[in-house]
């Protein structure tokens, strides 16, 4: 029988006695765990490679030392083949209303800015690139041959990416998180920390900015509002390649769902977050028609 995370945790050689372990809610690709060892707390994470949403453990080691480097992420205490174990930060997790919040937002956006201008620097190795247009068609390439249930959506859904590609344009390049989800934002109480980079590397800023307006629902005041504040300069000079960004970031999250319907063994109803991505996007892609 194979070991539980528990388990695995707890014989874990960088702890001395760990004790009050317990799952953290929230993981929708690895098992989170959270214990204590003498007066201090620490997360674990565990997950292998995940060769169908392109996660490499390597690439998520490399930029988290770069993020604790930076200061805006927990410090990485040790690290083996399908294992992560990070302090951890007394704090509470945004959910989305939270990140729609006026003064929750702004910080959000110095946090995505001070990210994406001071993780480089940090660096040692090199890490992966994420380009979410070739991340989107991997996908769908990966679907077709694995016989989803959605094969039928994918000949629009390779149209429309397409046509979001062109729209975006040349694109500057920085070290994006990729998956500006709100549980992967961290309050605790006078500070925000960013976790989970496991999707990170080079891509536009764009793409964190959408994620972060298409996945928490921004309003347009809220999403021109943040371009000004990230780009220093009207909203309109980016409003466009922003809104095809915006679908393709709602794209990769249908597309990465779908995907998770056929591989994932965790307990979440990927069906469910399949069908209500792909509204998002539905919706996200009529306003970017008419933008």
Known sequence: MSESPIDIAAQLPCFDNP?????????????????????????????????????LRWNELALSRAAQAEGISPAVIYHAPGVLVLDFIPSTALDEAGVRDAQNLSRIVDLVANSHRGLGKHLTEPVLSFWPFQVNLTYMTRLRAAGSA???????????????????????????????????????????????????GYNTPLFDLAGLAGNNGLSEPQERAMLEQ???????????????????????????????ELHSELDFDYAAYTAENLDRFTAALADFRNC
Not at 242 to 247: D, G, L, S, T, V
């Open 230 to 260: 990230y780009f220093d300069g009207p909203a309109e000079a980016q409003w466009r390649p922003f809104m095809a960004m915006k679908c393709v970031s709602l794209l990769r999250e249908t597309l990465w769902s779908m995907t998770s």
């Open 150 to 200: 959605h094969i039928s959506k994918l000949p629009q859904l390779e149209a429309d990416a397409a046509m979001l590609q062109a729209a975006t344009g040349p694109v500057d390049m920085v070290i994006g998180h990729n998956d500006l989800l709100a549980a992967n934002i961290l309050d605790d109480g006078s500070r925000l920390w960013l976790i989970d980079w496991e999707y990170g």
């Open 19 to 55: 004790t009050d372990i317990q799952a953290l809610d929230g993981g929708i690709t690895n098992v989170n765990l959270r214990l204590r060892d003498g007066d201090m707390e620490y997360v674990v994470r565990l997950g292998s490679d995940i060769p169908e949403h392109g996660v």
